[in-house]
């Protein structure tokens, strides 16, 4: 069955520490996720790396009280647990943190700087996710950060499980991934879904001259020109915000779409 995932979700890196536990904004991230839950945001995305752990938790506390099946949650793995009983132990630990029966979307957590270590194979960690995917643990196989030659690579390991996504790192500023990584992702139906797609708060961009004069066309912030540009490209972004008005002016990037000759301009801005 297809994936289908919302247009636009919420971040929670920094969320309970970033490499280490930080409790002290334990109370306030709940209240904010479960703020942009009410709003109507349905995807959230987290990993077992964010605050070792706590992040999952906070989203385990903030979805306690909508329907979990109408949460889309991502999820992911990180490098030193992708041998086959590691990866079935860190989804485990992400299901009892976070108090729920499955994970939508499960990636493998490579990051640009690091990869997979070389004494794990593929085969194996990828194996370990179509079992988990068969016993109903996750629903949806993905990747992070990974460039054609390793999409190729993971899904010629897949034996009966489809790739479904990758998360990439795609905003105003490094459109990189629109030379080869985009264009295969759309041959092959892997989704693609943005991280730091507001440039992780460098908003220089919103100077711009054509992104100024496309706000006022549309009657609409640069962010929310941004975000809808991303969605118009069909990536999900995944931008981080803890204000309400943060979250309201993310979510207003919904709702409405750029003329195609518009989102072209934004596509051909060079730096």
């Known amino acids: 069955m297809p994936m289908k995932i919302p247009p636009i979700g919420l971040g929670t890196w920094g969320l309970g520490g970033k490499y280490e536990r930080d409790e002290s904004n334990r109370e306030a991230s709940i209240k904010s996720l479960k703020l942009g839950l009410k709003i109507g945001y349905r995807l959230i995305d987290t990993a077992e790396l964010y605050g070792r752990g706590l992040a999952e938790e906070i989203v385990g506390q903030a979805i306690k009280s909508f ?113 080869d990584i985009v264009p295969y992702c759309r041959r092959h139906d892997i989704k693609l879904i943005a991280y730091r797609p507001l440039t992780k708060g460098n908003l220089d961009w919103a100077k711009n001259q054509i992104i100024c004069s496309l706000s006022k066309k549309y009657n609409k912030t640069s962010v929310q020109i941004v975000l809808n540009w991303l969605i118009c490209l069909d990536l999900s972004p995944i931008p981080k915000a803890s204000s309400e008005d943060h979250l309201l002016e993310n979510y207003g990037a919904l709702g409405w779409e750029l003329e195609t000759s518009d989102v072209a301009l934004i596509n051909n801005i060079t730096q």
């Not at 990828?126 to 996750?138: N, T, Y």
């Open 67 to 179: 329907k979990r099946e109408e949460i889309f949650i991502i999820s992911k793995v990180w490098l030193d647990n992708l041998a086959y009983d590691a990866v079935i132990n860190s989804v485990k630990k992400s299901l009892a943190r976070m108090e729920t029966d499955y994970i939508d979307l499960y990636l493998i957590h490579w990051s640009k700087e690091n990869r997979p270590k070389k004494n794990v194979p593929l085969e194996e960690t990828v194996g370990a996710m179509e079992f988990l995917a068969d016993q109903k643990l996750i629903k949806y196989i993905g990747v992070s950060n990974a460039d054609v030659n390793t999409l190729r690579q993971v899904q010629k390991a897949l034996k009966h499980t489809k790739l479904a996504a990758d998360q990439i790192e795609y905003n105003f500023y490094d459109k990189s991934a629109s030379k």
